[in-house]
């Protein structure tokens, strides 16, 4: 959980695991609102967000077909 005060920004590193499947507020990360991927080094991607309140979840991905 974060949350980001009145006219901020922050930067987000999440501590997933390679090949994670990142939601926000329940929906995958790619299509949340106001949150936009920056960066990955090592496994862990840097997001960027404006105010407001995120949850964010990091799963790994299920290895069944």
Do not use: M, W
């Given at each position: 959980t974060?949350?980001?005060?009145?006219?901020?920004?922050?930067?987000?590193?999440?501590?997933?695991?390679g090949?994670?499947?990142?939601?926000?507020?329940?929906?995958?990360?790619?299509?949340?609102?106001?949150?936009?991927?920056?960066?990955?080094?090592?496994?862990?991607?840097?997001?960027?967000?404006?105010?407001?309140?995120?949850?964010?979840?990091?799963?790994?991905?299920?290895?069944?077909?």
């Amino acid at each position: 959980t974060v949350n980001v005060p009145a006219n901020a920004r922050a930067l987000i590193e999440l501590p997933s695991p390679g090949g994670a499947v990142v939601t926000e507020g329940g929906i995958p990360v790619s299509q949340a609102k106001g949150v936009a991927k920056r960066s990955e080094v090592g496994g862990r991607p840097t997001y960027e967000v404006g105010a407001g309140h995120y949850e964010f979840d990091c799963a790994e991905r299920s290895g069944r077909n």
